[in-house]
């Protein structure tokens, strides 16, 4: 039998919930046409602008207001406006405890979205709840 010492998850789509249906949710909150967010994140641009904040190279205030440019919204704390239905998937977060307290080592690996003006994170308590 094969045993294993650590596990990795990752965060969105993960240990929250969808983010399809989360961008959906802020599309119809803000009033955007259905797939607008994704079409843009697609583009050059879009792309470019993600990549640069998952480097650090702009901060998430820079993300959202040249995003929300994009979008043509206001950028103001866009990435929380964005974020605001995405909810714990608690069954994964249940396993993840189950394994370490079994002694298997728990990571997260993510894509960074930055942690100011909205941390997403923060309700996980990442560096408690995994190693």
Excluded: C
């Excluded at 583009?43 to 820079?62: A, H, M, P, S, V």
């Excluded at 080592?105 to 923060?122: C, F, I, Q, W």
Aim: no cysteine; proline share 3%; charged share 20%.
């Amino acid at each position: 039998m094969r045993s294993f010492t650590g596990v990795i998850f990752d965060f969105a789509g993960v240990l929250t919930s969808n983010m399809v249906n989360v961008i959906e949710e802020f599309e119809a909150r803000e009033g955007l046409r259905k797939g607008l967010y994704l079409r843009t994140w697609a583009t050059f641009q879009g792309q470019d602008l993600y990549r640069r904040l998952e480097l650090g190279e702009i901060t998430q205030t820079e993300w959202n207001e040249q995003f929300g440019s994009l979008l043509n919204i206001s950028g103001e704390n866009l990435m929380g406006w964005i974020l605001h239905d995405l909810w714990p998937t608690y069954d994964v977060l249940k396993v993840s405890r189950e394994a370490r307290a079994a002694g298997i080592k728990t990571a997260v690996l993510s894509n960074s979205l930055g942690r100011s003006p909205h941390d997403p994170y923060a309700p996980y308590y990442l560096t408690g709840n995994f190693d």
